[in-house]
């Protein structure tokens, strides 16, 4: 079992910045990528960055040249979220999972509680 923990996130202005933090523990050996993705209300859970043990990472295309993952140490991976949105306002979760996962939320093996980003207008 893969335990993930986020942390990082809460109220911020348009235009402004937040890093959300996962932390892993458990069989983290285990697992290929990990992975960010983010809930609105009444919304589907949607893909939003993942990034591999050799550093290889993708960008949904509503982040891409705004958000970036990264990799702290073996046990932490971050998302650094610069010119948020209001749009980007939501539950931010993060996933872990073994070989051959997609965008789709239901071939991550491992997930966190979520933590909530709000941006204000």
């Known amino acids: 079992q893969v335990q993930l923990v986020e942390s990082g996130g809460g109220l911020v202005q348009v235009g402004g910045s937040l890093r959300l933090s996962c932390a892993a523990s458990?069989?983290?050996?285990?697992?290929?990528?990990t992975g960010w993705f983010r809930q609105g209300q009444g919304k589907e859970r949607e893909f939003v960055a993942d990034?591999?043990?050799?550093?290889?990472t993708t960008y949904s295309d509503s982040v891409k040249g705004r958000f970036t993952i990264s990799r702290g140490n073996a046990n932490t991976v971050y998302l650094q979220m610069n010119s948020l949105k209001p749009e980007d306002t939501a539950i931010y979760y993060c996933?872990?999972?073994?070989?051959?996962?997609?965008?789709?939320?239901?071939?991550?093996?491992?997930w966190g509680q979520g933590t909530q980003v709000t941006v204000s207008s």
């Open positions: 996933a872990a999972t073994g070989t051959g996962w997609s965008k789709d939320p239901s071939s991550w093996t491992y």
């Open positions: 990034i591999t043990w050799s550093g290889s």
């Open positions: 458990g069989r983290i050996f285990s697992t290929a990528g």
